[in-house]
């Protein structure tokens, strides 16, 4: 064997060695990852538009910001209040509202600041201010389901 050929050989063997260790390595990260994943994975619940989360219209979007968060603990206990944000088309946020109240399949939310109620029905979006009686339709629109993974 001449000597260019006993380098040739001794070199393909250490690429072959490297490359088996690339592959022990890559099937030990897979088994890393696939115990490790488990634990870190959650659980979503999709949240039907019957929870009154999320209200869409074709300008935008009403979301109520901490219906999952910690404080939503809060909410249920009673000591918390609902806050939502009116956003647009393109997830710009517009204005910022506190939840007044529930009934049925609708609720009414307030922005204290300019004194303006919305009303937020199955099919469309009523405003009033303070002085007002009765709310005008400002959208059309309907709740929608929304995705918890918190």
């Known amino acids: 064997m001449s000597c260019a050929a006993s380098l040739r050989s001794r070199r393909s063997g250490s690429a072959r060695t490297a490359g088996f260790r690339v592959v022990v390595l890559v099937a030990l990260l897979c088994l890393l990852l696939q115990y490790a994943a488990p634990a870190m994975a959650k659980d979503c619940v999709v949240k039907g538009p019957g929870n009154m989360i999320a209200w869409k219209h074709d ?8 219906c999952f968060s910690a404080s ?3 909410l249920k206990k009673g000591t918390g209040r609902r806050q939502w944000n009116e956003y647009d088309r393109d997830r710009r946020l517009l204005n910022s509202f506190t939840e007044g109240s529930r009934e049925g399949a609708q609720l009414v939310l307030h922005d204290e600041a300019r004194d303006v109620f919305l009303l937020l029905r ?9 002085k007002e009686q009765n709310f005008r339709q400002l959208y059309g629109g ?3 389901s929304v995705i918890d993974c918190t």
């Open 59 to 66: 300008q935008g979007s009403f979301q109520c910001i901490n």
């Open 72 to 74: 939503g603990d809060a």
């Open 122 to 130: 199955p099919d469309l979006c009523g405003i009033r201010t303070g």
């Open 142 to 144: 309907t709740f929608m």
